[in-house]
């Protein structure tokens, strides 16, 4: 017998490597979903090792509607549309497929299947074997001789032959038989009709009577019971429809012999730069690829071995090594995630690629150094300003120690914020998702050591188990920091890394462990007067109804407003008609119900997620609130605050404000809120170099009601508040590349009016509008944005032929240039903040940034020179040109402020 054919139902496979994926998709370092193609290769790639494969193709779909769609338009109309990343995907498979010279098979008007039907048939004309690797249905039609469907087993780690008595036995009927049985079950993924009332065991027993469709009608008679034999008689058309449709074309005209599909030449050299190109460094490796993946990262293959330190020779040894190298990996074990309350249970350092060991201090198994020891020699090491500390995630290392009596003082490397500058697209920046990116490698995980549950800790487990987790993590982190220190440099990030991310570590770490007072008497008072609000509320809705019911259920809500008082239903979703505050807050202006069940809802969630929840998150040994402010947790550059989130507390208006009152300075101390007087908008008019905006901000004029003279086509001194709010609106929203419908909606004019608005703002702001198409002409250009400091932000949509994410990518790059730049700026003066106090040894405290504000805490001694050095060290953030202006109050409540 000749060697046989392997074919691939391409798109079959890149569409079931996608969904494989989706929980946990894979990205390239452009943010790109690439999970599609290493599946796709993946499985590619496990077929020649397991199978020796000497001629294959890859067959794909036609990119044209086919015949089938020609004779039954429904056909696959219930199926949702392809993700428009996937499309992407499918272009890549097919170009690393040409350039290592893989067959790739399509005709127009046809489906993958048919064409593999066809070459099955030429394989058994020309005695040739054919293998068929899909796990569709509708090819085990083609099953039969030495005609096999392939399927992978996990369990075994081969390939499952399915031939004739794997699908009798599997499906009860023989190959030849499944488009008799489609034509009479039916098949609800193609939409395939069939007949009506017929499932899969009356199929399996028909056939298994008569053998095939023609023998069922030609003695419908004889089929029993008489409602089948109706059904039968009823849909005999759509059943010879059916199998028509479902029957695969096997005498096609294809361009290709099966000779023409020999891979024993396979140019697999060729696909090794498209894969790295792909971030699929293990692929390329797995080519011999190796040296070429070197070139961008190197070598991933751990030791053999840790050290783990049991004696004070041993510590001195590692921590003289750490002293000599000058730079050195570090990583804290501790007992609890919370650093507020941590204890350290040991520590590990890597001083190169492979060179590190773990120093535990507690462990089940005894013999362990002794804490107070460690931590004195340990303190000599890590407090020299010569050292430079690399760390991932060494925010956290920081606060454990401190409160342990150690200060890391040089804090020169995290990995995890090295990552995120460098990559911000990536789903994670987390050590395990790192290492597995940039090295290839496979961390432990922590739940492999100390089982699934994670209620054990480090020094519950086997210490060589310990080691080889705890040293590991220091030694990946060392290797990840020679990658990512080369990429600062190559793509000039050094400032922004060196100068402004890597000092702002501390700063935070410092706000995170000083916390902020809750009054619990306020914040319980506060809880019990938002249920009784709510209570009225809910009994004001029930009198105006005339009757009660559940406020939280969305579909007795959209029965009270929409069917019992006759509102006009505004917005459809898949369960009605929506509900939503947007919507809520439209119908409000015809009805009482809406405006109410708004106010319910704002009142809820106040109660529920601030006033009830709170007092559980204050620490009982501080009792404080201890936030964790991430570096890491936006594509922008804004800081974002979590655990609790502080910066979610409404800032403007009544409600918010009742919350913030029950934020209080420690006693002897009071707070000072410096908040940057329109900041973004400031960045627009130094980077547009608008000159009506320019004007306006040196010479301190009132933007928005100037706006508002413009588009209102009056003067100054004739604007109404209304109208400045609309200025305002208008402002804002360039930033944010607001669109004359979201225009129209928010302030509930016409489109046609939010149209004049927006033409007239751009007519006398021309450098603005300049400015705009100026960003994303560079975005098209580049694939990127940049802020005042250098920070980039890739934009995989700026591209794209789709008009949605094209126009949503365009926004992305205006907000990410100016909201990113006021990030810049508001980081660098926390750093002049921090300066001034050091400087001498101010007592003054930083205990919250919430976006353009600082909030402090300001010993009594200290308030009256404070307002003018903070004011001084913030409007310095930036020379921009036109003055940075910062608002100053002091109060004895955060909710005083505003």
Same mark, same amino acid.
């Given at each position: 017998m000749r060697d046989a054919l392997y074919l691939i139902d391409g798109y079959g496979l890149i569409y079931r490597s996608y969904f494989a994926f989706l929980k946990n998709p894979l990205f390239n370092l452009e943010g790109e979903n690439t999970s599609a193609v290493f599946g796709f290769f993946r499985s590619f790639f496990r077929l020649l090792k397991l199978r020796d494969a000497r001629y294959l193709a890859v067959i794909m779909d036609s990119k044209t509607p086919t015949f089938r769609h020609e004779r039954f338009p429904e056909y696959k109309a219930n199926r949702e549309k392809a993700p428009e990343d996937l499309h992407a995907?499918?272009?890549?498979?097919?170009?690393?497929?040409?350039?290592?010279?893989?067959?790739?098979?399509?005709?127009?008007?046809?489906?993958?299947?048919?064409?593999?039907?066809?070459?099955? #048939?030429?394989?058994?004309?020309? %005695?040739?074997?054919?293998?068929?690797? %899909? +796990?569709? *249905?509708?090819?085990?039609?083609?099953?039969?001789?030495?005609?096999?469907?392939?399927?992978?087993? $996990?369990?075994?780690? &081969?390939?499952?032959?399915?031939?004739? /008595?794997?699908?009798?036995? #599997?499906?009860?009927?023989?190959? /030849?038989?499944?488009?008799?049985?489609?034509?009479?079950?039916?098949?609800? &993924?193609? +939409?395939? =009709?069939?007949? *009506?009332?017929?499932?899969? $065991?009356?199929?399996?027993?028909?056939? @298994?009577?008569?053998?095939?469709?023609?023998?069922?009608?030609?003695?419908?008679?004889?089929? *029993? =019971? /008489?409602?089948?034999? *109706? $059904?039968?008689?009823?849909? $005999? /058309?759509?059943?010879?429809?059916?199998?028509?449709?479902?029957?695969?074309?096997?005498?096609?005209?294809?361009?290709?012999?099966?000779?023409?599909?020999?891979?024993? %030449?396979?140019?697999?050299?060729?696909?090794? =730069?498209?894969?790295?190109?792909?971030?699929?460094?293990?692929?390329?490796?797995?080519?011999?690829? @190796? %040296? #070429?993946v070197k070139q961008e990262v190197p070598d991933h293959t751990p030791p053999g071995s840790y050290e783990t330190v049991l004696d004070e020779p041993a510590l001195e040894r590692w921590l003289k090594r750490a002293g000599e190298s000058g730079i050195f990996a570090f990583d804290t074990e501790t007992d609890s995630l919370d650093e507020i309350v941590a204890r350290p249970i040991g520590f590990s350092l890597a001083v190169g690629p492979g060179e590190a060991c773990y120093i535990p201090i507690s462990s089940f198994q005894t013999g362990v150094l002794a804490p107070e020891l460690v931590r004195r020699r340990l303190k000599k090491l890590l407090e020299k300003d010569s050292l430079k500390i690399i760390g991932q995630n060494i925010k956290y290392d920081y606060k454990v120690l401190k409160r342990w009596g150690i200060e890391l003082k040089n804090i020169h490397f995290d990995t995890m914020i090295a990552s995120w500058l460098l990559y911000g697209n990536l789903r994670s920046f987390s050590l395990d998702n790192l290492a597995l990116k940039f090295l290839n490698y496979q961390t432990i995980r922590y739940e492999e050591v100390v089982g699934k549950d994670k209620s054990a800790t480090l020094a519950e487990v086997d210490i060589t188990r310990a080691t080889d987790y705890a040293a590991e993590d220091a030694d990946i982190t060392f290797r990840l920091f020679k990658i990512f220190q080369s990429k600062i440099e190559e793509e000039g990030l050094q400032d922004l890394f060196y100068n402004l991310e890597m000092p702002l570590v501390k700063i935070l770490a410092n706000m995170e462990l000083q916390g902020i007072r809750l009054d619990l008497d306020k914040i319980f008072n506060l809880s019990r007067e938002l249920e009784a609000e709510l209570n009225h509320y809910q009994e004001d809705i029930f009198a105006l109804c005339g009757h009660s019911f559940n406020l939280n259920s969305t579909k007795q809500l959209q029965e009270v407003l929409f069917n019992q008082r006759k509102l006009k239903p505004l917005k459809k979703i898949k369960t009605g008609f929506s509900t939503d505050n947007t919507v809520l807050a439209e119908l409000a202006l015809e009805d009482p119900v809406p405006g109410k069940v708004l106010n319910y809802r704002l009142l809820a969630k106040l109660k529920s997620t601030y006033a009830d929840s709170l007092p559980a998150l204050v620490n009982p040994g501080t009792e404080k609130l201890h936030t964790h402010f991430l570096q890491t947790g936006t594509a922008t550059g804004r800081l974002s605050s979590r655990d609790p989130n502080l910066q979610n507390i409404p800032v403007r208006g009544e409600k918010g404000r009742r919350i913030r009152i029950a934020f209080v300075p420690d006693r002897g101390y009071s707070f000072l809120s410096a908040d940057y007087s329109q900041i973004e908008l400031v960045v627009l008019a130094a980077l547009s170099g608008d000159t009506m905006l320019l004007e306006a901000f040196k010479q301190g004029r009132d933007v928005h009601l100037r706006t508002a003279a413009v588009i209102f086509g009056i003067g100054e001194d004739d604007v109404a508040p209304g109208q400045r709010q609309v200025g305002k609106t208008i402002n804002f929203g360039v930033i944010y590349g607001m669109s004359a419908f979201r225009l129209a909606r928010d302030l509930k004019i016409s489109r046609s009016e939010a149209e004049v608005f927006i033409s007239r703002y751009f007519q006398r702001y021309a450098g603005v509008a300049s400015f705009i198409k100026k960003i994303i002409a560079g975005a098209e250009a580049k694939g990127y944005v940049e802020t005042i400091r250098g920070r980039r932000r890739t934009l995989p949509g700026i591209k794209s032929r789709n008009k949605t994410e094209k126009t949503a990518a365009e926004r992305m790059a205006i907000n990410s240039v100016i909201q990113g730049s006021a990030a810049d700026i508001v980081k660098q003066a926390m750093l002049n903040v921090s300066q001034e106090f050091d400087k001498k040894e101010y007592k003054t405290r930083l205990l919250l940034q919430v976006h353009d504000e600082l909030i402090f805490e300001v010993p009594d001694n200290e308030l009256e020179i404070m307002p003018e050095l903070l004011k001084k060290a913030m409007e310095s953030g930036a020379d921009l040109g036109i003055p940075l202006r910062v608002q100053v109050e002091i109060g004895q409540s955060w909710g005083e402020f505003h």
């Amino acid at each position: 017998m000749r060697d046989a054919l392997y074919l691939i139902d391409g798109y079959g496979l890149i569409y079931r490597s996608y969904f494989a994926f989706l929980k946990n998709p894979l990205f390239n370092l452009e943010g790109e979903n690439t999970s599609a193609v290493f599946g796709f290769f993946r499985s590619f790639f496990r077929l020649l090792k397991l199978r020796d494969a000497r001629y294959l193709a890859v067959i794909m779909d036609s990119k044209t509607p086919t015949f089938r769609h020609e004779r039954f338009p429904e056909y696959k109309a219930n199926r949702e549309k392809a993700p428009e990343d996937l499309h992407a995907q499918v272009r890549v498979v097919e170009e690393i497929l040409g350039a290592m010279g893989v067959a790739v098979l399509r005709k127009e008007g046809f489906e993958a299947d048919d064409i593999i039907a066809t070459l099955a #048939s030429v394989c058994t004309r020309e %005695s040739r074997g054919c293998y068929i690797l %899909s +796990n569709d *249905k509708d090819l085990l039609q083609t099953v039969g001789g030495d005609v096999y469907v392939l399927q992978y087993d $996990k369990l075994t780690g &081969s390939y499952k032959q399915v031939g004739r /008595e794997e699908v009798l036995e #599997s499906r009860g009927i023989r190959p /030849e038989q499944i488009t008799d049985y489609l034509a009479l079950a039916g098949d609800q &993924s193609d +939409n395939l =009709p069939g007949v *009506k009332g017929v499932g899969i $065991k009356t199929a399996q027993k028909l056939l @298994a009577d008569y053998s095939n469709l023609d023998e069922i009608y030609n003695n419908l008679t004889t089929v *029993k =019971p /008489e409602g089948l034999r *109706k $059904k039968l008689a009823a849909d $005999k /058309e759509k059943a010879y429809l059916t199998y028509d449709l479902a029957t695969l074309r096997n005498t096609l005209s294809l361009d290709q012999t099966v000779e023409q599909m020999a891979i024993q %030449s396979l140019n697999t050299e060729a696909a090794i =730069p498209l894969f790295i190109k792909q971030g699929m460094n293990s692929l390329a490796e797995e080519l011999g690829g @190796a %040296s #070429s993946v070197k070139q961008e990262v190197p070598d991933h293959t751990p030791p053999g071995s840790y050290e783990t330190v049991l004696d004070e020779p041993a510590l001195e040894r590692w921590l003289k090594r750490a002293g000599e190298s000058g730079i050195f990996a570090f990583d804290t074990e501790t007992d609890s995630l919370d650093e507020i309350v941590a204890r350290p249970i040991g520590f590990s350092l890597a001083v190169g690629p492979g060179e590190a060991c773990y120093i535990p201090i507690s462990s089940f198994q005894t013999g362990v150094l002794a804490p107070e020891l460690v931590r004195r020699r340990l303190k000599k090491l890590l407090e020299k300003d010569s050292l430079k500390i690399i760390g991932q995630n060494i925010k956290y290392d920081y606060k454990v120690l401190k409160r342990w009596g150690i200060e890391l003082k040089n804090i020169h490397f995290d990995t995890m914020i090295a990552s995120w500058l460098l990559y911000g697209n990536l789903r994670s920046f987390s050590l395990d998702n790192l290492a597995l990116k940039f090295l290839n490698y496979q961390t432990i995980r922590y739940e492999e050591v100390v089982g699934k549950d994670k209620s054990a800790t480090l020094a519950e487990v086997d210490i060589t188990r310990a080691t080889d987790y705890a040293a590991e993590d220091a030694d990946i982190t060392f290797r990840l920091f020679k990658i990512f220190q080369s990429k600062i440099e190559e793509e000039g990030l050094q400032d922004l890394f060196y100068n402004l991310e890597m000092p702002l570590v501390k700063i935070l770490a410092n706000m995170e462990l000083q916390g902020i007072r809750l009054d619990l008497d306020k914040i319980f008072n506060l809880s019990r007067e938002l249920e009784a609000e709510l209570n009225h509320y809910q009994e004001d809705i029930f009198a105006l109804c005339g009757h009660s019911f559940n406020l939280n259920s969305t579909k007795q809500l959209q029965e009270v407003l929409f069917n019992q008082r006759k509102l006009k239903p505004l917005k459809k979703i898949k369960t009605g008609f929506s509900t939503d505050n947007t919507v809520l807050a439209e119908l409000a202006l015809e009805d009482p119900v809406p405006g109410k069940v708004l106010n319910y809802r704002l009142l809820a969630k106040l109660k529920s997620t601030y006033a009830d929840s709170l007092p559980a998150l204050v620490n009982p040994g501080t009792e404080k609130l201890h936030t964790h402010f991430l570096q890491t947790g936006t594509a922008t550059g804004r800081l974002s605050s979590r655990d609790p989130n502080l910066q979610n507390i409404p800032v403007r208006g009544e409600k918010g404000r009742r919350i913030r009152i029950a934020f209080v300075p420690d006693r002897g101390y009071s707070f000072l809120s410096a908040d940057y007087s329109q900041i973004e908008l400031v960045v627009l008019a130094a980077l547009s170099g608008d000159t009506m905006l320019l004007e306006a901000f040196k010479q301190g004029r009132d933007v928005h009601l100037r706006t508002a003279a413009v588009i209102f086509g009056i003067g100054e001194d004739d604007v109404a508040p209304g109208q400045r709010q609309v200025g305002k609106t208008i402002n804002f929203g360039v930033i944010y590349g607001m669109s004359a419908f979201r225009l129209a909606r928010d302030l509930k004019i016409s489109r046609s009016e939010a149209e004049v608005f927006i033409s007239r703002y751009f007519q006398r702001y021309a450098g603005v509008a300049s400015f705009i198409k100026k960003i994303i002409a560079g975005a098209e250009a580049k694939g990127y944005v940049e802020t005042i400091r250098g920070r980039r932000r890739t934009l995989p949509g700026i591209k794209s032929r789709n008009k949605t994410e094209k126009t949503a990518a365009e926004r992305m790059a205006i907000n990410s240039v100016i909201q990113g730049s006021a990030a810049d700026i508001v980081k660098q003066a926390m750093l002049n903040v921090s300066q001034e106090f050091d400087k001498k040894e101010y007592k003054t405290r930083l205990l919250l940034q919430v976006h353009d504000e600082l909030i402090f805490e300001v010993p009594d001694n200290e308030l009256e020179i404070m307002p003018e050095l903070l004011k001084k060290a913030m409007e310095s953030g930036a020379d921009l040109g036109i003055p940075l202006r910062v608002q100053v109050e002091i109060g004895q409540s955060w909710g005083e402020f505003h």
